[in-house]
């Protein structure tokens, strides 16, 4: 067996990596893939094995993973039409696809070369901050029933995430993993501690919740694009019902007084295919989805 391409992502490599992400997301508005960030990628390097290939190797820098069904891919660090037809082929030798693709990154491939194809399991919710403020509408009914039940129980307070609320983040997060009967190491609860402990270098925003100086949840988001927001972690202990949506509203509402830029959009990632996760980001109803699309050579 072959070794794995590349070289294992470290910290080190932010420096190499991230501008050219920066320069794939630049534009993209609220189409922006929400995987597109270094600090996604470093975070979820064991769940993908992601390696890095830089561009000393054979020119064209990308990074090798793999995804949740198991599909060898190539997120190039380049504009796919920038590369010659044998350079292309020759990449997707020991690989399957091209993936994430937006919709911009796929509109100039030539069907006769690519086969195109998106999973909804893949695909993005994205959803209007403004309809976060006060869950107006019929199909936010059950969300405004769910703040108010909250506010009802307690009189929750919100500090800015930072080194002096990282141990209440900690404590809902494993509150959390308690609730949900998980062992150690289980669901996302390393990404999140790495998330909590490395904020700051990783470009990491949002709040912690309390009530009578109990931590109740955090969110914490990342800005893809000006005004467009991935959520990537929330914690919500269930004793108290509706802090999931108290939360969100919460970032909207206050994000911009407290950081001074403003929340258009909220991306809360891709669902798995895992129904549970459909059902929640679905209730929330989502504005659009961001499809992430797999681009196969026709060989």
């Known amino acids: 067996m072959s070794a794995a391409p590349g070289r294992p992502l470290s910290l080190s490599l932010r420096e190499a990596i991230e501008p050219a992400l920066a320069r794939l997301r630049a534009g993209s508005g609220e189409g922006c893939l929400s995987d597109?960030?270094?600090?996604?990628l470093w975070l979820f390097?064991?769940?993908?094995?992601?390696?890095?290939?830089?561009?000393?190797?054979?020119?064209w820098p990308r990074i090798s993973g793999r995804t949740y069904d198991g599909t060898r891919h190539l997120a190039p660090l380049f504009a796919l039409p920038e590369a010659?037809?044998?350079?292309l082929?020759?990449?997707?030798?020991?690989?399957?696809?091209?993936?994430?693709?937006?919709?911009?990154?796929?509109?100039?491939?030539?069907?006769?070369?690519?086969a195109l194809s998106a999973s909804p399991d893949d695909a993005d919710y994205l959803y209007d901050a403004s309809r976060f403020a006060d869950y107006a509408g019929r199909a936010l009914a059950w969300k405004r029933s769910q703040v108010r039940q909250l506010l009802a129980q307690c009189t929750p307070r919100a500090e800015a995430f930072g080194p002096a609320s990282a141990g209440a983040?900690?404590?809902?997060?494993?509150?959390?993993?308690?609730?949900?009967?998980?062992?150690?190491?289980?669901?996302d609860e390393a990404p999140c501690r790495a998330a909590i402990a490395d904020a700051a270098a990783?470009?990491?925003?949002?709040?912690?919740?309390?009530?009578?100086?109990?931590?109740?949840?955090?969110?914490?988001?990342?800005?893809?694009q000006p005004g467009?927001?991935?959520?990537?972690?929330?914690?919500?202990?269930?004793?108290?019902?509706?802090?999931?949506p108290h939360m969100f509203q919460h970032f909207c509402q206050q994000f911009e007084a407290r950081f001074g830029r403003p929340v258009r959009w909220l991306n809360f990632e891709?669902?798995?295919g895992i129904a549970g996760f459909r059902r929640s980001k679905r209730s929330y109803a989502p504005a659009a989805m961001v499809q992430k699309f797999r681009a196969r050579l026709l060989r």
């Open 202 to 224: 990783l470009g990491l925003e949002g709040f912690v919740h309390f009530a009578h100086d109990e931590p109740l949840g955090f969110v914490l988001a990342q800005e893809l």
């Open 169 to 187: 983040a900690l404590r809902v997060l494993e509150a959390w993993m308690a609730q949900k009967g998980k062992a150690a190491g289980e669901a």
């Open 270 to 272: 891709q669902d798995m």
């Open 45 to 59: 390097r064991a769940a993908h094995d992601y390696r890095y290939i830089g561009p000393e190797d054979d020119g």
């Open 89 to 114: 082929a020759t990449m997707l030798e020991d690989h399957d696809c091209f993936y994430p693709l937006s919709r911009r990154d796929v509109e100039g491939l030539s069907a006769d070369r690519f």
């Open 228 to 244: 467009v927001f991935a959520m990537r972690f929330a914690k919500g202990l269930d004793s108290h019902a509706g802090i999931y």
């Open 84 to 87: 010659p037809p044998e350079a």
């Open 36 to 40: 597109l960030t270094f600090s996604n």
